[in-house]
């Protein structure tokens, strides 16, 4: 069910601490306006996080990217697409979670203005619809390369509906991701 916290629609998921975010659009014949981040409606909605990176990732259609996540330093992150339309998916990677392995997606879009929020000890990958898109996501800690990990995007014991149609553009690091039994995972 979901609830409105000062004009921002926050909708639970089936993986307990992932939310969607629906920000209030005001829009007239000129285009839109909306609030991207407000720290007092995240708060209120219990998200209380701190983000000091912002990332763009810019990506041409039947890309995917992931499964990434950091290990000591994790981040929470919030995504959103400014152009175009991926599919957005989060892994819960907490062992103590009664979610622990199952993964949650959903269209983000342009259109849609849909963000979601991700907390520390989730893995996140996308595909992309569109001829390109243009994702944003703010996140809680720095990026680590040496605490990246990669867990493969067609590891059979995750399942994850990708709906292809065709098989996707991966970089080679997302080649060789790990397999999930064989991922180092969260208490």
């Not at 957005?88 to 907490?94: E, I, Q, T």
């Not at 997606?105 to 569109?130: C, D, I, Q, T, Y």
Request: aromatic share 12%.
């Amino acid at each position: 069910m979901s609830k409105d916290f000062g004009g921002l629609k926050v909708i639970p998921t089936s993986l307990p601490g992932v939310l969607i975010l629906e920000p209030q659009v005001f829009a007239d014949d000129r285009g839109f306006f909306l609030e991207s981040y407000n720290q007092r409606n995240l708060e209120a909605a219990g998200i209380d996080a701190q983000f000091v990176q912002d990332n763009h990732s810019h990506s041409r259609r039947n890309v995917l990217r992931g499964l990434h996540y950091q290990v000591n330093c994790t981040q929470a992150k919030l995504v959103r697409v400014v152009v175009g339309e991926i599919f957005d998916v989060a892994v819960d990677l907490r062992r103590s979670s009664a979610s622990f392995g199952k993964w949650f997606g959903l269209v983000l879009s342009a259109e849609n203005k849909r963000m979601l929020w991700m907390p520390s000890g989730f893995a996140h990958g996308f595909h992309v619809h569109s001829e390109v898109a243009d994702v944003l996501y703010k996140s809680t800690d720095f990026y680590a390369p040496e605490l990246e990990r990669t867990i493969a995007w067609d590891d059979p014991d995750l399942a994850i509906s990708w709906n292809l149609s065709e098989q996707p553009i991966v970089s080679e690091k997302d080649r060789d991701g790990v397999q999930f039994k064989g991922a180092e995972v969260f208490a």
